[in-house]
């Protein structure tokens, strides 16, 4: 195992049993204000089309976003992932109750939504989940790479979202490694080194 992936999985299983362990009122009360300053975010409200993801066990809850975008008649869309080869793509739905359970226990989108076209006209932002972020943008997530392929070509506005002390100085990247161009927790909103 080289030396890369050792570092990643070491900080990985930290990160992930000290999110296991957060108190569910207080992690409740942390997502409800990482959302709310979301919506707050320029690039949100100009955004034409919001890419999200469906929180999985632990993760942050940032649905009431997908409600908001939804209520304000923006278009919004949720990856469906391709476990062959890594990749994903973000189709979009004119109601959360489209999302469908995959084999992993996964909400996704139905296949046969429209696809949002990563180069395409429209204002856009992202919002990208992760385990751990770094104060230049970088990420850790699961380790299969699906956002760093799919971001390598997105237009849009990047924004991380991550819990204010699953910030760190420095995560191990690899030279396939995305940065972000907004980092938002609980604490507020912070523009990384890269851009």
């Given amino acids: 195992m080289n030396t890369l992936k050792k570092d990643k999985d070491s900080l ?23 959302c709310s300053a979301a919506t707050s ?9 919001v890419l999200m993801y469906a929180p999985a066990k632990g993760e942050i809850d940032v649905m009431p976003i997908a409600y908001d975008a939804l209520s304000k008649g923006k278009k919004v869309a949720f990856p469906r992932c391709n476990k062959e080869n890594c ?49 230049e943008g970088y990420r850790l997530g699961y380790g299969k ?23 760190i100085p420095s995560v191990p990247r690899g030279k396939f ?3 972000i161009n907004i980092l938002l927790s609980e604490k507020g909103v912070t523009v990384t080194g890269d851009n």
């Fill in 41 to 49: 975010l320029a690039g949100y409200r100009w955004a034409e089309y």
């Fill in 87 to 135: 990749t994903m793509d973000f189709h979009i739905v004119p109601s959360l109750d489209e999302l469908q359970i995959d084999s992993y226990g996964l909400r996704e989108p139905p296949s046969a939504a429209p696809i949002y076209d990563p180069c395409g006209a429209g204002d856009a932002i992202c919002f990208v989940p992760g385990l751990v972020f770094d104060r």
């Fill in 12 to 34: 990985r299983r930290e990160y992930l049993e000290k999110r296991a362990g957060m108190d569910s009122l207080v992690k409740h009360q942390r997502d409800l204000k990482i």
């Fill in 145 to 167: 790479g699906f956002y760093d392929r799919y971001l390598s070509n997105f237009k849009g506005n990047i924004v991380g979202i991550a819990y204010s002390d699953f910030i």
């Fill in 177 to 179: 490694d995305i940065s």
